[in-house]
């Protein structure tokens, strides 16, 4: 798994009816791009995250860029 700053992570619920967990990535900790990674959710706590199996990365575009 390779991530840049400004990708989302999206960890997806693990239980029926449990929403996908939305995050995005500030700060990358690992080399070239790997995990841990610094996250902020949409709420602005941040943490650092060392996703698992049920998570994948949303990476930004030219198309997507805020």
Do not use: C, F
């Amino acid at each position: 798994m390779h991530a840049s700053k400004g990708d989302r992570l999206v960890v997806h619920g693990r239980v029926v009816g449990k929403q996908d967990r939305v995050v995005e990535i500030v700060e990358v900790l690992g080399p070239d791009g790997t995990p841990p990674y610094r996250v902020r959710a949409e709420n602005g706590h941040e943490t650092i995250m060392t996703p698992g199996p049920d998570s994948v990365i949303d990476h930004r575009t030219a198309t997507n860029l805020p």
